[in-house]
């Protein structure tokens, strides 16, 4: 049976002497995988079995047995909605080796289930003499709304610090469309082909791989192409009738932006080029990195005039429209990616990426410096 910080089921449990001005006045004794003490605050919801901690809800504090507690300052967020970019962030005093935050199923008193969206950290700034970690965590399309739990971990050497709350995915509602598809484009959709295969796996590596370095833009990103029709946007349910009597089904992970082939494609923010090179479905790609995990994808161009290595500006000229891959017409597809997850590309583009006026937020530190 689990209880709230179950000191009747736990006979390592020890009381500790209360920290001033905190709510933390719990320790436990931890023996899996390693000897560890664990300090809990008075929310917390756990069990231990096998000297191992299995956290449901709270604050815990993991340290080497006769070490020191630490508590960084985190930010959090209680909820979102299917494609937001959330921002959050942590600090200590003692450096930090690590910020991750994930969002689990959750079971009324069990520990969060699968992942349903992660994000690793990076050092973006300084504040009052520490550094900060700042995580973009991005909700996919497909979550459906419910209460989830949010996972936040901070590790500094071998300490760590832990925190589980509730996190709630509010709904949304998304277009739909049915789309005939032609004899070749059927085939081209639905053959086949170990290229293919391939191809999806060296994309999904390259969009699940954050560079550290990769600070480059802070502000807000822009629509590479302003003014004309959009033809799909994000998160539309695609049903695709095939030529040969079958259907096929989609979520759109980015917008379309339909334009005269040729149109010249502008790079959305500073950043550098991952990925430039044709694809089967995609055809002529681009991927820019601007942030570590944090990428801009622009698909179906006609040309390329990147390469893999080099660093743009923000309206830098990087390809032009087309409709090569599987297209029906010429458009460019722009996508923002979360170290994997798709999120609204217009929401992303509609606030700085990191918050310059932020009163406790001194980005002239790390930030300034890094991905020069």
């Known amino acids: 049976m689990m209880r709230r910080c179950a000191r ?56 080497p047995p006769g070490g020191a507690a630490f508590r960084p300052f985190v930010s959090n967020s209680t909820g979102g909605q299917p494609g937001q970019l959330l921002r959050m962030y942590a600090w200590s005093a003692e450096p930090l080796d690590s910020f991750t935050v994930e969002v689990g199923q959750a079971e009324p008193g069990k520990p969060a289930g699968p992942a349903v969206a992660r994000a690793r950290g990076f050092r973006c700034g300084s504040v009052k003499g520490m550094t900060v970690w700042m995580v973009l965590l991005g909700i996919p399309p497909w979550d459906a709304p419910g209460e989830y739990t949010l996972t936040l971990t901070a590790v500094a050497g071998q300490r760590s610090y832990l925190r589980l709350e509730p996190f709630t995915v509010d709904a949304r509602s998304f277009f739909s469309e049915r789309i005939p598809l032609s004899a070749s484009l059927t085939d081209l959709a639905t053959a086949e082909d170990a290229q293919k295969t391939r191809e999806s796996r060296i994309l999904a590596q390259v969009l699940g791989t954050p560079h550290a370095d990769a600070v480059f833009e802070t502000a807000t990103l822009v629509v590479p192409i302003k003014g004309t029709r959009r033809t799909s946007g994000y998160g539309d349910r695609r049903e695709y009738d095939y030529s040969n009597g079958t259907k096929g089904y989609s979520i759109h992970l980015g917008v379309d932006i339909a334009s005269l082939e040729g149109t010249p494609v502008p790079a959305s923010g500073r950043g550098r080029v991952v990925f430039a090179s044709p694809r089967i479905l995609t055809g ?16 179906h161009l006609s040309a390329i005039s990147v390469k893999v290595g080099d660093v743009v500006e923000k309206g830098q000229v990087i390809g032009a429209v087309g409709m090569t891959g599987f297209a029906t017409g010429p458009h460019l597809h722009w996508e923002v990616e979360a170290l994997g997850t798709p999120v609204d590309p217009d929401a992303a583009a509609s606030a700085a990426l990191l918050d310059k006026t932020d009163d406790f937020f001194d980005i002239n530190g790390a930030a300034s410096t890094e991905g020069r």
């Open 8 to 63: 009747a089921a736990l006979s390592a449990l020890l009381l500790l002497l209360a920290m001033p001005g905190s709510a933390f006045a719990d320790t436990l004794t931890l023996t899996n995988p390693v000897a560890a003490a664990c300090v809990t605050d008075d929310t917390a919801v756990f069990t231990v079995q096998d000297g191992a901690l299995h956290p449901v809800r709270g604050q815990f504090m993991i340290f």
């Open 284 to 299: 002529s790609t681009i991927i820019i990195e601007h942030l570590p995990g944090l990428f801009t994808v622009y698909y």
